[in-house]
């Protein structure tokens, strides 16, 4: 898939060059002309522009990595589980340390297929090293928090505490990128929630054993801290992505991020002797043997990378909005997988709760679809008054 994609890096300066011979033809008076074709080359370079040819595929191809990889991570987790798997240090591990498969498609445009002229990670700095750190050590925090809230308490509760997680979105994607608040994304916004919620209410029952009262808190807590660590990762990534013009940086930035979250879980896991349990847990308390045991753990690893890379993907060429409402979207998702894989019960509740969560994610869809079609409309508009403007400006000066 990102061996198709060609560097847009390149192509820009192949672009400065025509728009430098086209300034050629025109004089001073028509400077403002040359700006808005350079500016509409540009924003066809520019892989986030939805006037760009690659833009539709690579959303669809990164919707479908969040797709399959939450899907299938959210039925891994629960088998593991099920079978009597309970580390919460493996469960933190796999979802960050799976980073290795990103090489892949960062290193084989280049050296393997020779499709784009940029080297990996040539557009790196200092600054941008610093920031997929930082939020690398945030999302191995949110992972912590997360396992460990999931380990404590039963699936009502936590289905309930991480529903929130779409508000706290909405609010800091204001604060931090300034999204606009509009009648589609709150309803929503709304829709989801109150999915989430009723989903979280049928679930009432499903309680673990054995669960101290002093655990029930650290849990709740855990849970209350992943939601809102969550809902700031995802801004926060918009507003480092607005300064990445290419999908491949996008890769580069995440592999850091999860060097950077493994680094912290792996100190963790050797800390409290996670890996020696690891090792146990496979030979004497997971019920499916060893071999299913390793099966599972290397499978939560690549379906993992799977959901943040679409997660990343949908933030840089949506918004981090976007990207909170599908990975909302798909707990109902989650549900429906877990009726047809491990037969768990569909009532009415969870019938209006699946309603409610397409109901709205349709909504918001279609509300996407309209505004790029006004976007592309708009474009193409300045682009054709931009090429009658040039034309007459070349008219005018034949004739002088």
Not at 34 to 58: E, G, V, W
Not at 64 to 88: A, D, N, P, T
Not at 98 to 114: A, D, E, N, R, T
Request: one cysteine or more; charged letters at 15%; hydrophobic letters at 45%.
């Amino acid at each position: 898939m990102i061996t198709t994609v060609k560097n847009d890096c390149d192509d820009i300066e192949s672009i400065d060059q025509e728009s430098g011979e086209e300034s050629t033809h025109l004089d001073l008076s028509n400077s403002s002309i040359i700006n808005n074709k350079t500016m509409l080359h540009h924003l066809h370079a520019d892989q986030k522009s939805t006037i760009n040819k690659r833009y539709i595929p690579l959303l669809v191809i990164n919707y479908l990595f969040l797709f399959l990889g939450s899907l299938s991570s959210s039925l891994l987790s629960k088998y593991y589980f099920i079978h009597k798997g309970s580390s919460r240090w493996v469960s933190t591990w796999v979802q960050s340390s799976g980073f290795l498969l990103l090489i892949i498609p960062i290193f084989s445009p280049y050296y393997l297929f020779q499709s784009t002229k940029r080297k990996p990670f040539s557009d790196f700095n200092p600054k941008m090293l610093t920031l997929s750190v930082s939020i690398g050590v945030m999302l191995g925090v949110n992972n912590f928090f997360f396992s460990w809230g999931n380990s404590y308490l039963p699936v009502s509760t936590s289905a309930l505490l991480l529903s929130s997680n779409l508000v706290f979105n909405l609010v800091l994607s204001v604060i931090i990128v300034k999204q606009k608040v509009t009648f589609s994304n709150l309803n929503c916004v709304m829709l989801l929630t109150l999915s989430s919620i009723l989903l979280a209410l049928d679930s009432s029952h499903e309680k673990p054993n054995g669960v101290k009262k002093r655990e029930y808190f650290i849990g709740f807590f855990c849970t209350i801290g992943a939601g809102l660590l969550f809902a700031l990762y995802l801004p926060v990534m918009e507003k480092v992505y607005r300064e990445v013009y290419c999908y491949e940086m996008v890769m580069e930035m995440q592999v850091i991020m999860e060097i950077a979250a493994t680094v912290l879980a792996t100190a963790g896991m050797a800390w409290d002797g996670g890996f020696s349990e690891m090792k146990r847990e496979s030979e004497q308390v997971f019920d499916k043997g060893s071999r299913v045991y390793w099966v599972t753990v290397i499978g939560n690893v690549v379906t993992w990378q799977f959901c943040f890379m679409g997660t990343a993907g949908m933030v840089f060429l949506t918004s981090s909005l976007t990207g909170g409402i599908c990975m909302t979207a798909l707990l109902s998702m989650n549900v429906l997988g877990g009726v047809l894989v491990f037969r768990d019960e569909f009532g009415g509740i969870k019938a209006i709760s699946t309603v409610l969560c397409m109901w709205g994610f349709c909504s918001y869809v279609y509300g996407m679809y309209v505004k790029m079609l006004e976007e592309k409309g708009r474009m193409r508009n300045l682009n054709d008054s931009s090429t009658e403007m040039i034309y007459i400006g070349n008219h005018d000066d034949v004739n002088d």
